[in-house]
């Protein structure tokens, strides 16, 4: 029988996650719990082999399975190296070395759009982007954690909505006195594609009943000091897009 090391389950997860152990090369296996578990596997690994076909870092899946395991899994390759959420966490580490990291992670989004916009293609859009779901290795940037495609969504719409995302969780790992570093640093590396930066604005900035999402807005920061919010993100891509006008 095969021998599993089990990870630590986070508590949000219906998944669990063990180490293969004595393969060689690394390897996972990521095993899918509850609801519509079979489809969320096949949805994974349908993904997995696009992005990797396209020349997007992720991690290699195997055809071999764990007799052991009667649930539906993925064996997949375990990536050596931190994810940025780590990094950008980091104290030991120079702000500048941070953002250096960051630009990287923007640099190989904004290609992944770029081409996602070319093909026409969503499933080239990290539904459940956050800075936990990149991987930084010694060559690469490796994204992790694909269970389900993105609703029905234009690709521009659904390439903001994961730009906002993963730069809302970067402001939130450097803190809220780096916020204009982070929008500087996406409106340089955006620059190209301002279409993309202003559909991220317009999908917070003008939604309808403004009056009443930034209520709810002030009201979050209420509750937590620490909160950083979509507004937070937008107002300061603005800031960038038209000084003159924040």
């Known amino acids: 029988m095969t021998e599993l090391r089990k990870f630590p389950k986070p508590a949000t997860s219906l998944n669990e996650l063990y180490e293969l152990v004595g393969a060689e ?4 296996v990521k095993v899918y719990r509850g609801p519509r578990a079979g489809e969320r596997c096949a949805a994974e690994a349908e993904i997995l082999g696009l992005w990797r076909n396209e020349g997007f870092g992720v991690p290699a899946v195997s055809q071999q399975t ?9 064996v997949i390759s375990l990536l050596p190296g931190r994810s940025l959420q780590h990094v ?11 953002l250096k990291q960051l630009r990287h992670v923007l640099d190989d ?16 859009v990290h539904r459940d982007a956050s800075t936990a779901n990149v ?7 490796a994204t992790l954690d694909f269970e389900t495609f993105p609703g029905e969504t234009s690709v521009a719409d659904a390439c903001a909505v994961e730009l906002g995302k993963v730069l809302r969780w970067a402001m ?5 006195s780096h916020i204009p570093a982070v929008a500087g640093l996406a409106v340089q590396v955006y620059a ?30 209420r509750k937590d000091a620490g909160e950083l919010t979509k507004y937070d993100v937008a107002d300061a891509i603005v800031k960038c897009l038209r000084p003159s006008r924040a």
């Open 25 to 28: 090369p690394a390897m996972l």
């Open 66 to 74: 764990v007799e052991s395991i009667s649930d539906p899994h993925l």
């Open 88 to 98: 950008l966490r980091d104290p030991a580490l120079p702000p500048e070395r941070r």
């Open 109 to 124: 989004l904004l290609r992944r759009h770029e081409r996602a916009m070319q093909c026409n293609d969503v499933r080239l």
């Open 135 to 141: 991987m930084l290795t010694d060559t690469a940037v």
């Open 172 to 176: 939130r790992d450097l803190g809220a």
């Open 192 to 221: 190209g594609r301002r279409d993309l930066l202003e559909r991220l604005v317009t999908r917070t900035l003008d939604r309808p009943m403004q009056f009443w999402h930034r209520w709810r807005d002030r009201r979050r920061k």
